[in-house]
């Protein structure tokens, strides 16, 4: 699937917000994958899949994973605190309660310009 930097993000959100919505109205942790269904995208993410796109465009550079994160500082990117930490307390919440608080606060990052390639 190729997506636009506008595109991920819209998709991101919708995915996140929905996520919350169904985990609060289930009454248990909904994952990405019930929402994703049959749809193939790197971890799972639209952020990542555009990510990946962009990191092809650009090789052989040398782009870490992460590096056109639309919505991740450059100081939580390349695989550790994913989305400012954010996805792990989401993927690590021990109630439902708190996963939907986490993934709307996911749903709402806000973005992020890169000033060293066009994105």
Request: hydrophobic content about 30%.
């Amino acid at each position: 699937m190729k997506l636009t930097r506008q595109e991920a993000i819209e998709k991101h959100r919708e995915m996140w917000h929905e996520i919350a919505q169904r985990t609060m109205k289930e009454k248990r942790i909904v994952t990405k994958t019930e929402i994703l269904g049959e749809e193939k995208l790197s971890c799972n993410c639209y952020l990542c899949e555009y990510d990946s796109q962009k990191r092809r465009e650009y090789l052989p550079q040398n782009y870490y994973p992460c590096s056109f994160c639309p919505l991740c500082e450059e100081n939580s990117r390349f695989l550790k605190d994913c989305l400012g930490g954010l996805f792990e307390k989401w993927a690590f919440s021990q109630t439902y309660v708190e996963a939907a608080k986490y993934a709307e606060k996911i749903a709402n990052l806000p973005e992020v310009n890169f000033n060293d390639v066009e994105v």
